[in-house]
């Protein structure tokens, strides 16, 4: 695959016997040119290069994660998780950072505070190893340094404006809010996108919805360029800064997505400045995308969009906590929820002891909502949540916490629901696409039938995933020789 550029694959391909999720228990033929869908069951094109039998396979449109952050996803390939379920205590921390061996950055992710109370700069460079060490709190928001790491940031931000400068002077390590200039001073790391990307491949995926806040033109220059040189595999699109608007697409494997607004409900920006940024999305026709964790960030988020107004594409990330009362306002505005059924089954038993009881119900909300009229989709928020769709689908369903709790019965969908719910298109996450003569050939083949994975779905049954008429992954090719 290497070297692959953005010209669609020529090949032509003739998938046999498929099952259509469309048409449970039926099979039929499906041809492939030029990257779209040539012809299904009658009208097929019976020549090709490469003749596929599916044996009766379910074959999906590829699947697309609309709220991801691929950057994150690749650096966290190159670290060490330092929270719960996995390390829930000093002692573990200890052991997980210790363990890892080489001199560069030591980056650690997911930890929360029941692991350690007050993880600092001084406990990192008693107990952890002598190299640079960064580690992330879950929320996103904190980084704490050992002193060698802090050292190295803070050298490496001579060339920056002195506020900036300012913002990363901590004595005790810890500092808030400085991921932008982070990722500033340290993208020479490079994050492996390549193998990030070959990892979402192998789950299914052939489009990804990217709703980091920071995303800005340089960024998707790079992202562009790396679907160019075939290292990035699924289209793109890239929701992020304002700066993001006047940017020219040359290729339509990266498209534009909404403004993203990250809120903190501990400094909520000024209430007109939040419809000051909706205002100007929408003068350009772009939607806006906001960032809801908890109650008073919804409300807050709420009255703004009463006040500026919606248009199509608007939409809550996360909506984690929805009280009754807001449901009925999320409908009158118009606005789409992209949620993690996920967490449910990774943080569940986190919320179930941190949460009041009678909250329970308002957390990550899926089917009352749809019976509300409110069109809702699926994100895995990766490298945060869990990076497999099949485990947010399941989650779904289910509502089971990894401790086999309960958490929220009354938003249970069925499987198919759930499943659609990561196949709409990534401008219009809501509506489910499926398999048709002159669209796109973005394809997740099963390995068997409805009727079997119906009880028993796992991200093990991709046998193989096409985007654009070209196999991204083959699960025959990946096993040792
Ligand atoms: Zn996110």
């Not at 290497?2 to 046999?16: D, F, Y």
């Not at 991921?179 to 299914?204: H, N, W």
């Not at 019976?371 to 994100?379: M, N």
């Amino acid at each position: 695959m290497n070297g692959s550029t953005l010209r669609v694959a020529k090949q032509k391909i003739l998938i046999k016997n498929v099952e259509l999720f469309s048409a449970p228990g039926q099979q039929t033929d499906i041809s492939v040119s030029d990257g779209v869908v040539t012809g299904i069951g009658d009208t097929v094109t019976k020549e090709a290069e490469n003749i596929i039998d599916a044996g009766g396979g379910l074959l999906l449109p590829g699947l697309n994660d609309h709220h991801v952050h691929l950057t994150s996803y690749a650096a966290s390939l190159n670290s060490v998780c330092c929270g719960p379920p996995s390390i829930v205590s000093e002692e573990q921390l200890a052991y997980v950072l210790n363990k890892q061996s080489g001199n560069y950055w030591l980056r650690g992710t997911e930890f929360h505070e029941s692991v350690l109370e007050d993880l600092d700069r001084a406990w990192l460079d008693k107990n952890a190893p002598e190299r640079p060490i960064r580690i992330q709190h879950r929320s996103g928001r904190l980084w704490i340094f050992n002193s060698l790491g802090l050292e190295i940031i803070q050298s490496a931000a001579r060339m920056l404006k002195p506020h900036e400068r300012n913002q990363l002077n901590s004595n005790n390590g810890r500092l808030y809010d400085v991921d932008e200039i982070l990722s500033r001073i340290t993208r020479t790391e490079g994050p492996p996108i390549d193998i990030a990307s070959k990892k979402l491949a192998a789950l299914g995926i052939t489009g990804i919805n990217d709703m980091t806040p920071t995303n800005d033109p340089n960024v998707w220059n790079w992202l562009s360029n790396l679907q160019e040189s075939g290292d990035l595999l699924q289209k793109v699109r890239l929701s992020g800064l304002p700066s993001l608007t006047k940017i020219q697409s040359r290729s339509s494997r990266i498209t534009l997505g909404e403004t993203k607004v990250h809120l903190h409900d501990s400094c909520l920006p000024d209430f007109g400045e939040l419809v000051e940024i909706i205002n100007i999305s929408h003068k350009s026709n772009r939607g806006i995308a906001v960032h809801c964790v908890t109650e008073t960030e919804l409300v807050f988020t709420l009255a703004a969009f009463k006040t500026a107004g919606t248009i199509p594409g608007d939409r809550i990330e996360h909506a984690s906590m929805i009280p009754p009362t807001l449901i009925e306002q999320l409908f009158e505005l118009n606005l789409g929820v992209v949620t993690q059924p996920n967490f449910i089954f990774e943080r569940g038993d986190n919320y179930i002891e941190d949460i009041p009881e009678e909250e329970h119900p308002f957390l990550y909300r899926c089917k009352t909502l749809l019976d509300a009229g409110i069109p809702v989709a699926f994100g895995t928020d990766l490298p945060f949540g869990n990076p497999s769709p099949w485990v947010a689908v399941k989650s779904a369903t289910n509502r089971r916490t990894k401790s086999g709790s309960h958490l929220g019965n009354q938003e249970c969908i069925s499987l198919t629901l759930a499943l659609q719910k990561f196949l709409g298109e990534l401008s219009n996450p809501f509506e489910p696409r499926s398999i048709e003569q002159y669209h796109a050939a973005d394809f997740c083949l099963l390995d068997a039938p409805w009727a079997f994975l119906n009880s028993n779905l796992s991200d093990g049954n991709v046998r193989m995933t096409i985007r654009d008429g070209e196999i991204i992954y083959d699960r025959e090719e990946e096993k040792p020789h």
